[in-house]
């Protein structure tokens, strides 16, 4: 591919990818007025993180037929539009339509998650870690776009038309796709795919676990955070921003160490790093609950920024192909997300339980723990022959 038809796929997918998270990010800021008018329990809450996640891992198992029925712009515009649709179902202010819209989001979100790595990979050449990073950034970006604009919107229209009007910026990602996607993207995926002979590698199932408690991490804290702070005493505009300055620093990284892992083959380091950095954040919520609340946030941001590029970097380092890339990237997000989606519906039930979050931030930081044992065993000599036994 041209290296400015590469550009242009570059900043459609960038473009796409901004959609792929206000429908969530949105939610927490807005959950007191939500519960308000539902009556939803915390764990019921849960449900509208938990539903669109455990929709993206069912969804990445139907890759193939995505891919046969609709190719790979088909599949990303097809994403787009139906996360529209999802967001203008939150004008009808009732709990069936809350969660038939957050199971439509969850479907927009699997097609185009699980079509675009593989393009990544397909037509990334040498800057795959590069487009991947910028990829990744633009999901972030578009979540600290949504927690720190929703609840202002919400104050001059009301929690649900400011939940619906992320529908705007999809439609239009849907029109630019349509209109500007390079040709080539069309047939870009159009082979065959054997997603099922990655159930019997050990290797696939240890990416997969690793993804799906990263990504966990991720999904609870874009879930959580912004009530945890109303919680403290925070308005819901000032808890809105504290996640969208979470995610700031989760673009920041998932921007810069893509770039600055690039230089290196083994990028264990660089995990350990953000890792520790997840650690040090969550252990600051659950037992200094409103102390130095700015620095372990920013923490948890720049933790969470760095091991989501970096975990999917790590996938694609397995593959030698891009047919292998998709089989993979599709049976890592499928169990990762079925798994992630266990977070935040999780930590909904402990603060049903409890009353506090502290338990909530104290499970998450126990699974951190496993990732820096796990982490320790992707030595990059190995990446190809743990995947082929």
Known sequence: MPSHTRTLLTLLIILCGLNLRPILAGT????????????????????????????????????????RWLGSKGGILAGVLLIAAACLLRLSETTSALMLSAG????????????????????????VSLMMGLYVTSIMGGATLAAGSTPWLAGQLGWSPALAVWAIPAVLAALLWHSKAPAEVSHATSSASHIGRMFGKARAWSLALYFGIGTGV???????????????GYSAQ????????????????????PIIAARYHDLRPWLLFTLAANLAG???????????SLLFVALLGAGIGGLFPLTMILTLQHADDAQTAGDLTAFVQ???YLLAAIAPFAAGWLRDLTASYALSWQMLAGTVLVLLIMTLRFHPARY??????
């Not at 991720?218 to 403290?232: H, K, M």
């Not at 969550?282 to 130095?292: N, R, T, V, Y």
């Open 238 to 257: 000032q808890s809105g921003l504290m996640l969208s300055y979470m995610t700031a620093f989760e673009v920041a990284t998932g921007l810069l160490l």
């Open 282 to 292: 969550l252990a600051g919520l659950a037992w200094l609950p409103g102390q130095h």
């Open 334 to 336: 499928g169990v990762g």
């Open 28 to 67: 927490g800021p807005l959950l007191e007025p939500i519960r308000a008018a539902t009556g939803l329990s915390f764990g019921g809450a849960a449900l509208l993180t938990t539903l669109p996640v455990a929709m993206i891992g069912l969804c990445a198992f139907a890759l193939p037929l995505f891919k």
């Open 104 to 127: 439509i989001a969850g479907l927009g979100i699997a097609i185009v998650q699980a079509l675009v790595p593989a393009l990544i990979k397909q037509h990334g050449g040498s800057h």
């Open 218 to 232: 991720y999904v609870c804290t874009l879930a959580w955070l912004a009530p945890f702070f109303v919680f403290l």
């Open 384 to 389: 190809q022959s743990a995947l082929s036994h």
